[in-house]
């Protein structure tokens, strides 16, 4: 069996200068996207041929230059967390379509967006992230029963924010699936995410014995929750910062 820790938390907040690499733990970046809406010409010169393939088939300009930021964004990131430079960053995808780090294994990321946010974790041990927007004009009724258990739908349904706890469970549910890289599956009724200490099947974690899951307000209407694979976490340390907006600054940062 293995053992899976759910709670509420809120981040100290920070400006970002430099990652120490003899310290690498739990990192979180908050992107506010429209900020760097101005840069997209030239952050796409960060990107791989490939990455600039998949940038050119989204259909609507919001959504390609979502990925151009977070892309971008996520390879400064990544090339300042190894000491390599940009140009060395190449991001590939395991069989369950997890994405890593070619050149250095070791080093463990995870990316997600929602509107006009989004959220980067880097850690030293798997790493899983999910931001969602609180849609109040969503109707999830009729999904509840293939995501949650009795137990959760109950709690749902009888918060005093519906919409809220609903995300904070769902957002938990996706974190945590993205750290073990097993993907979306029909067992997310039996993962749980109601706070405090669950024991459960080490297969429904991906063989981890250990997976903690915090889950923090981002900005308004905006939930997000991290998962990740560590015994030893103390929550009194994870830190969210904020970027650079400027090339230069965030030049300085990615070894360009």
Known sequence: MSRLYCDTIELSNAHFNKLSQNKLGIN?????????????????????????QRAEKYH?????????????LLKILLAQTSGLNISEIQIEKDENKKPYLSINRSI???????ENFA??????????????????????????????????????????????TFYKYWTRKEAIVKATGKGISDNLPLIPSSD?????????????QNMNVLSFNLDKD???????????????????YSLPTSLEDLMLLGNI
């Open 222 to 240: 905006y939930i997000a929750s991290l998962a990740f694979d560590d015994n030893n976490y103390n929550s009194d340390k994870i830190t969210i």
């Open 28 to 52: 979180l970046f908050k992107i506010e996207l429209p900020a760097y809406y101005d840069l997209v010409p030239m952050l796409v010169n960060y990107l791989s041929e490939t990455e600039l």
């Open 119 to 164: 959220i980067i974790a880097i850690n030293k041990a798997a790493v899983g992230v999910d931001v969602e927007y609180l849609n109040k004009d969503f109707d999830y009724s009729e999904i509840l029963s293939h995501v949650f258990n009795n137990m959760e739908i109950e709690t749902i349904l009888n918060s005093n924010n519906k919409d809220h």
């Open 108 to 114: 463990h990321f995870n990316v997600s967006h929602a």
């Open 60 to 72: 609507f300009v919001k959504d390609k230059n979502r990925f151009i930021i977070s892309r971008s």
């Open 196 to 208: 405090g200490c669950h024991s459960i099947d080490a297969e429904l974690l991906g063989g981890f």
